[in-house]
RNA sequence: GGAGAGAUGUCCGAGUGGUUGAAGGAGCACGCCUGGAAAGCGUGUGUACAGCAAUGUACCGAGGGUUCGAAUCCCUCUCUCUCCGCCA
């Protein structure tokens, strides 16, 4: 949610930030709704006053044994016009409210004006593996090891699915063990463990709804919708809260299972784990004073980094464009891996700064430092995505006999395994 | 699924038609007291919107209604809790 004073004072540094963001809207005819708003506030509140004052009068003029019948008379009236201006009052601001919610955050003036094609590659590290005639793609190497079955898969629930078994069902919980014990070690997370399916007004709190609500699994008799990342239970935690000023910051992290009907990428991707709709990921969720948010936002990323290079995946890291920016967010970087097998990098992990785009939908408050109520700021990121993840591994630890290598710092998750390998399948 | 109870300020909790933005308590802030602290005492302590301001308006789960006037009465909805049933 943007803040309607914000659209009023600097309408034109709104509208350049929304067509970076590759919005269109009609800004005019919010200004024009927001002015008469205020407008018939103005009246139906004199009129409101008036009416107060005289029925204060009432009771005052009957202990006097005075005639009140046609002050009465009068106060009806004017409680009749004040109803008909609350309605339209009312009708007016809905209206204005049905158009705020659509609109999108804006963009930080460090992020890249454009679109895709112009995000800029910030930093990268590590040494992409070459390709080599001999590499196999995950989906093919993972069915040969007896990791994957995606047969099996479209068989329960259509395309677009995956079942793991044996080592790469231990190997999806070994990394969501290894990833929740560094981040808690490491960076001093606080785990919390969140209901995967929520209410409507929760998905609108971290902003997937209304934009995004077809992309969004939900449950027909209830209207409880799969989260599609665990981002929205976290953040939402502390939706409505006024936080006292000593909270923060809050660092709060959680696994969970991740729901994405992907709609309109058909076609695309079908095969493999880069793209389903449901995958598991560990989320960690920032909330901090307002004027920090940007050096949260540097070190969230060294969070996923840190956890990337103690899996040896060689990474580089996107600043995203403003026209590739998420509905929520103000700045946001993409850390992808390289998939020598593919020969492309791909995405495991998102770390975004709402700055209080969030928290103005939640209407979460925090006290500042002079004891004021104001909207922190909130951040999260991926720490990290499984399913690409295991591409990677399956990618980057593959050996030219066919078996694929277990990351050092997996091993103690995997009973100390060394090796995937064809015979040990099934564990 | 059946039966019942409830939703008030940061928190607990009073309040059944008229200066109630809302008693009381806790917490917090400041002051007094103290060698220092605790206890004690005193004072203060909501949010949002409109307005340069004075000020005004709204808000006691949400939305409607009755009334000159609603936290208080009526209706609808949401959520929470208890008991019964069912169940991992």
């Given at each position: 949610?943007?803040?309607?004073?914000?659209?009023?004072?600097?309408?034109?540094?709104?509208?350049?930030?929304?067509?970076?963001?590759?919005?269109?809207?009609?800004?005019?005819?919010?200004?024009?709704?927001?002015?008469?708003?205020?407008?018939?506030?103005?009246?139906?509140?004199?009129?409101?006053?008036?009416?107060?004052?005289?029925?204060?009068?009432?009771?005052?003029?009957?202990?006097?044994?005075?005639?009140?019948?046609?002050?009465?008379?009068?106060?009806?009236?004017?409680?009749?016009?004040?109803?008909?201006?609350?309605?339209?009052?009312?009708?007016?601001?809905?209206?204005?409210?049905?158009?705020?919610?659509?609109?999108?955050?804006?963009?930080?003036?460090?992020?890249?004006?454009?679109?895709?094609?112009?995000?800029?590659?910030?930093?990268?590290?590590?040494?992409?593996?070459?390709?080599?005639?001999?590499?196999?793609?995950?989906?093919?190497?993972?069915?040969?090891?007896?990791?994957?079955?995606?047969?099996?898969?479209?068989?329960?629930?259509?395309?677009?699915?995956?079942?793991?078994?044996?080592?790469?069902?231990?190997?999806?919980?070994?990394?969501?063990?290894?990833?929740?014990?560094?981040?808690?070690?490491?960076?001093?997370?606080?785990?919390?463990?969140?209901?995967?399916?929520?209410?409507?007004?929760?998905?609108?709190?971290?902003?997937?709804?209304?934009?995004?609500?077809?992309?969004?699994?939900?449950?027909?008799?209830?209207?409880?919708?799969?989260?599609?990342?665990?981002?929205?239970?976290?953040?939402?935690?502390?939706?409505?809260?006024?936080?006292?000023?000593?909270?923060?910051?809050?660092?709060?992290?959680?696994?969970?299972?991740?729901?994405?009907?992907?709609?309109?990428?058909?076609?695309?991707?079908?095969?493999?784990?880069?793209?389903?709709?449901?995958?598991?990921?560990?989320?960690?969720?920032?909330?901090?004073?307002?004027?920090t948010s940007y050096d949260e936002l540097e070190s969230l990323v060294g969070i996923a980094e840190s956890l990337?290079?103690?899996?040896?995946?060689?990474?580089?890291?996107?600043?995203?464009?403003?026209?590739?920016?998420?509905?929520?967010?103000?700045?946001?970087?993409?850390?992808?891996?390289?998939?020598?097998?593919?020969?492309?990098?791909?995405?495991?992990?998102?770390?975004?700064?709402?700055?209080?785009?969030?928290?103005?939908?939640?209407?979460?408050?925090?006290?500042?430092?002079?004891?004021?109520?104001?909207?922190?700021?909130?951040?999260?990121?991926?720490?990290?995505?499984?399913?690409?993840?295991?591409?990677?591994?399956?990618?980057?630890?593959?050996?030219?006999?066919?078996?694929?290598?277990?990351?050092?710092?997996?091993?103690?998750?995997?009973?100390?395994?060394?090796?995937?390998?064809?015979?040990?399948?099934?564990?």
């Open positions: 949610m943007l803040d309607i004073k914000r659209i009023r004072t600097e309408p034109e540094l709104v509208r350049r930030g929304l067509d970076a963001k590759k919005t269109q809207v009609d800004l005019d005819e919010i200004l024009r709704l927001d002015a008469r708003v205020r407008e018939i506030l103005g009246i139906v509140e004199a009129k409101k006053a008036e009416s107060n004052k005289g029925s204060k009068e009432i009771p005052q003029r009957m202990k006097a044994g005075e005639d009140i019948s046609a002050l009465k008379a009068q106060l009806a009236e004017l409680s009749k016009e004040i109803k008909e201006l609350d309605q339209e009052h009312k009708e007016v601001e809905t209206d204005l409210a049905e158009r705020l919610r659509w609109l999108p955050n804006l963009p930080h003036e460090s992020v890249p004006i454009g679109g895709e094609a112009d995000n800029v590659v910030t930093r990268s590290w590590g040494e992409p593996k070459p390709a080599a005639p001999w590499r196999k793609p995950h989906f093919e190497i993972g069915e040969t090891l007896g990791l994957l079955d995606f047969a099996s898969a479209s068989k329960l629930s259509g395309s677009g699915f995956a079942v793991f078994t044996g080592w790469g069902a231990r190997l999806e919980r070994a990394l969501i063990q290894y990833f929740l014990d560094h981040n808690r070690e490491k960076f001093g997370f606080l785990e919390v463990s969140t209901p995967y399916l929520v209410k409507r007004e929760t998905m609108y709190g971290t902003g997937q709804i209304p934009k995004l609500e077809e992309d969004m699994y939900r449950t027909e008799p209830d209207d409880l919708f799969l989260i599609p990342t665990a981002e929205v239970s976290i953040t939402n935690l502390f939706a409505g809260d006024q936080l006292a000023h000593e909270t923060l910051p809050l660092y709060r992290m959680g696994y969970s299972p991740c729901f994405r009907r992907e709609a309109g990428t058909y076609g695309k991707e079908t095969r493999g784990l880069v793209r389903v709709h449901q995958f598991d990921k560990v989320e960690v969720v920032k909330v901090v004073a307002p004027e990337l290079q103690s899996l040896e995946l060689p990474y580089r890291i996107l600043t995203l464009a403003s026209g590739d920016l998420s509905f929520a967010a103000a700045k946001c970087y993409d850390l992808e891996v390289w998939a020598p097998s593919e020969e492309r990098w791909l995405e495991v992990s998102s770390c975004s700064n709402f700055e209080d785009f969030q928290s103005r939908r939640m209407n979460l408050r925090w006290r500042n430092e002079d004891n004021k109520l104001v909207h922190p700021h909130t951040l999260n990121g991926s720490a990290l995505a499984l399913p690409r993840i295991v591409v990677a591994i399956l990618d980057n630890y593959q050996t030219e006999s066919g078996t694929v290598r277990v990351p050092e710092v997996l091993k103690p998750y995997l009973g100390g395994l060394e090796e995937f390998t064809p015979e040990g399948k099934g564990a």
